[in-house]
């Protein structure tokens, strides 16, 4: 299995441009995590799905954050408008289980926004 | 009631020493507790993890420590080496539709 796969790997992009990131799970797990990593504040949630399903979306920062899961092999994150202050590393994680288990990550995504 | 709290935030140890980082957690149903190691650049990996109903864990060279009424766990890595060097994640979850919620990390350099 290839594991989880995320693209790009790098994003460098412009205050005020959309930016979407996406995750391929790995095949036949149910669940589906975005974190965001910063040195301040470490990994943090920001949404889940169980079964394609948005489950808990209380960490997504502001509005300006949208994630979408239309398949079991596809997940996006937008953030549109785009500021500094999103810059980090964005990981996407898979699970086989709903919850209470082992999640499984991607590479990550480095944005930086200018 | 969510929170892991981890520390120390950076360790150094020297080769063949004995790491040690601890983490500590309220919420009384979690029931899962894994460690994550991540090197730059990479994604986190499971390294080790333990469940309740024990209270340790090996797995060669790495050693998980569980004591419930303190709500307390740590890893142990015995006769360290220089490839450990990389930042260490404790986390938790509940069985049931919950995430893993992470401590802060440490960052572990292992000096020749």
């Known amino acids: 299995d290839a594991g989880v796969i995320q693209s790009p790997r790098h994003e460098v992009t412009e205050m005020g441009q959309e930016v979407t990131l996406r995750c391929k799970p790995i095949?036949?797990?149910?669940?589906l995590f975005w974190y965001r990593q910063t040195m301040m504040r470490g990994l943090e949630l920001l949404i889940y799905f169980n079964n394609n399903v948005p489950i808990d979306d209380s960490g997504m920062p502001e509005d300006r954050f949208s994630a979408k899961m239309p398949n079991a092999s596809f997940s996006t994150l937008k953030i549109q408008p785009s500021e500094p202050r999103d810059s980090a590393v964005y990981f996407c994680?898979?699970?086989?289980?709903?919850?209470?288990?082992?999640?499984?990550f991607g590479q990550g995504t480095r944005l930086t926004v200018v | 009631q969510q929170q892991v709290k981890q520390s120390p935030q950076s360790l150094i140890v020297q080769k063949g020493g004995i790491s040690i980082i601890n983490c500590a957690y309220e919420?009384?149903?979690?029931?899962?507790f894994p460690w994550y190691q991540q090197f730059p650049g990479k994604g986190p990996a499971l390294l080790i993890a333990?469940?309740?109903?024990?209270s340790e864990k090996k797995e060669g060279r790495f050693t998980i420590s569980f004591n419930k009424s303190a709500k307390q766990f740590s890893l142990h890595i015995m006769d360290s080496q220089p490839g450990d060097s990389a930042t260490y994640f404790c986390?938790?979850?509940?069985?049931?539709?919950?995430?893993?919620?992470f401590g802060k990390g440490t960052r572990l350099s292992v000096i020749a």
């Open positions: 986390a938790a979850t509940y069985s049931g539709n919950t995430p893993l919620v």
């Open positions: 919420n009384t149903a979690f029931d899962y």
């Open positions: 333990i469940r309740p109903d024990v």
């Open positions: 994680a898979s699970s086989p289980w709903t919850g209470g288990g082992e999640a499984f």
């Open positions: 095949s036949g797990h149910n669940s």
